[in-house]
């Protein structure tokens, strides 16, 4: 069992910076992949990034490369995700996930375990 717990949300001008962090709970998530999805008003949760459970393998959503940065400490048993050049349509509840192996990363129904979300606001 893994537990998620997303933080670092808020409100933030365009152009802006965020930081997000996601703790994870349970002695085995280093051999967890990771992704970050996000869901705005409306619309249905969609991939933003993934990194294997080394953290040699990452990938993005093309809507973020370039802008966002995932990573994680395996130590600390937490995954960020470095959000850079915020745009309004950026905003959405960000949610953290946890799988067992780094295939199907861009689908939510492929991930195990979630956390709450926790809210990115980007104001134009």
């Known amino acids: 069992q893994v537990q998620l717990v997303e933080s670092g949300g808020g409100l933030v001008q365009a152009g802006g910076s965020l930081r997000l962090s996601c703790a994870a709970s349970?002695?085995?998530?280093?051999?967890?992949?990771m992704g970050w999805f996000r869901q705005a008003p409306g619309k249905e949760r969609e991939f933003v990034a993934a990194?294997?459970?080394?953290?040699?393998?990452?990938s993005y959503a093309d809507s973020v490369k370039g802008r966002f940065t995932i990573s994680r400490d395996n130590a600390k048993n937490t995954v960020f995700l470095q959000m850079n050049s915020l745009k309004p349509e950026d905003t959405a509840v960000y949610y953290c996930?946890?799988?067992?192996?780094?295939?199907?990363?861009?689908?939510?129904?492929?991930?195990?375990?979630w956390g709450q979300g926790t809210q990115v606001t980007v104001s134009s």
């Open positions: 996930a946890a799988k067992r192996r780094y295939s199907g990363i861009y689908y939510v129904y492929e991930y195990d375990y």
């Open positions: 349970g002695r085995t998530f280093s051999s967890y992949a």
């Open positions: 990194i294997s459970w080394s953290g040699d393998s990452t």
